[in-house]
């Protein structure tokens, strides 16, 4: 599950690798009972569709990129959930390493406010905290 703190935290490749773990967890859904659910196969292809439409076609790795996007698009339409899975995981771990190499990647959004999950609880109610500025404007 992809929290809302996940993803306003990321840079680029993070943000790239939690798209591939979205499409990741939809189409396990669909290996795991071994049925083609709606819901679970019009979401894994709203994120191909996604991912297709983000590629910079000057790039010439784009080209391949769209090449497989198409090809698992067609395993996913087709029912070949643990392929088109094996192909986005091998996709997804190329993204992996590039992310840990430490690169001064930025985050994509600046200026936003920390997020912290938890709460505090009271005798008779349940108090959220935030902390940081007061500050809310996101600057993209």
Do not use: W
Request: net charge negative; charged share 20%; glycine share 6%.
């Amino acid at each position: 599950m992809i929290t809302v703190a996940q993803v306003a935290a990321a840079n680029e490749i993070e943000l790239l690798c939690l798209t591939y773990d979205l499409f990741l967890e939809k189409v396990g859904a669909l290996v795991a009972n071994n049925t083609a659910s709606i819901p679970y196969k019009k979401d894994a292809l709203k994120v191909l569709t996604v991912l297709i439409g983000n590629l910079d076609m000057s790039v010439a790795l784009s080209h391949d990129l769209f090449d497989l996007y198409i090809f698992i698009q067609k395993l996913v339409i087709e029912g070949d959930y643990a392929d088109a899975a094996e192909i986005m995981s091998h996709i997804r771990d190329g993204y992996v390493a590039i992310k840990n190499l430490n690169l001064d990647f930025k985050p994509t959004t600046q200026n936003a406010e920390n997020i912290y999950a938890g709460f505090t609880y009271g005798r008779s109610s349940i108090n959220e905290f935030v902390v940081g500025n007061d500050n809310r404007g996101y600057i993209i």
